[in-house]
């Protein structure tokens, strides 16, 4: 069946550095993806989306890259801070389906 | 409030008692989604509302689990003869529903826990 993956389970950078967190997706139909970052014991939060007819959106310190032809998505934080240490998720969504399939999540750790 | 409010945050309950979980989804959003999450796993879809009717229940693992919504509002997840594999934390998620997509936005949710 359709799913969303991510390629990097953990990732580690330092305060300072860009991080760049990415998400392989399966379902060619997929026509929305959103980013969410999840701290623990809270909510996932809605961090940035993009539609499939667009290739780049910023955002506040975060640009998301679609590439379609190689399913591909991905997730730049510029200036990592301490305080975006959390689990990231990518999610996509297909046509008039209002269901999100997620990934399983990257973990990212801002080291001081 | 301003986002979504879930209760009980946390609800430890012996197997085979029914439990009840609570949505009250942001002022305004008429769509409304269930989801699960197991330790280290991702995201399950579980329904969807819109309004009150549910056109997608497709992610209800069985028929113990429920959900009803109520004055286009509050919504209960409700599991009967709970079962130690429906220990997780169920959330809860509402969004605009306007024509295109529009982003889900979550609670904190319920962290289950079943003895």
């Known amino acids: 069946g359709e799913s969303v993956g991510l390629h990097l389970p953990t990732l580690s950078v330092q305060e300072g550095d860009n991080s760049i967190i990415n998400c392989a997706y399966s379902?060619?139909?997929?026509?929305?993806f959103i980013w969410y970052k999840q701290e623990s014991g809270k909510g996932p939060q809605f961090i940035i989306d993009i539609r499939s007819n667009m290739d780049k959106r910023q955002g506040q310190r975060v640009t998301v890259l679609l590439n379609k032809t190689v399913k591909h998505l991905s997730l730049q934080i510029a200036a990592t801070q301490p305080g975006d240490s959390a689990v990231y998720f990518c999610a996509e969504n297909a046509g008039s389906n209002y269901k999100l399939t997620f990934g399983k999540g990257t973990l990212l750790t801002v080291n001081p | 409030g301003a986002g979504v409010s879930q209760s009980p945050s946390n609800k430890v309950t012996e197997k085979g008692k029914d439990v009840e979980l609570r949505c009250d989804p942001i002022?305004?959003?008429?769509?409304l989604y269930w989801y699960r999450q197991s330790l280290g796993q991702g995201l399950e879809f579980l329904i969807y509302?819109?309004?009150?009717?549910?056109?997608?229940k497709s992610g209800l693992p069985s028929d113990r689990f429920s959900a009803e919504r109520t004055g286009g509002s509050v919504s209960t997840l409700t599991i009967q003869r709970t079962q130690q594999e429906d220990s997780a934390v169920y959330l809860c998620?509402?969004?605009?529903?306007?024509?295109?997509?529009?982003?889900?936005?979550f609670g904190d949710g319920t962290r289950l826990s079943i003895l």
């Open positions: 509302f819109q309004g009150n009717s549910a056109p997608d």
């Open positions: 379902n060619s139909a997929s026509d929305y």
């Open positions: 002022s305004g959003h008429t769509a």
């Open positions: 998620a509402s969004s605009l529903e306007i024509p295109g997509h529009q982003p889900q936005h």
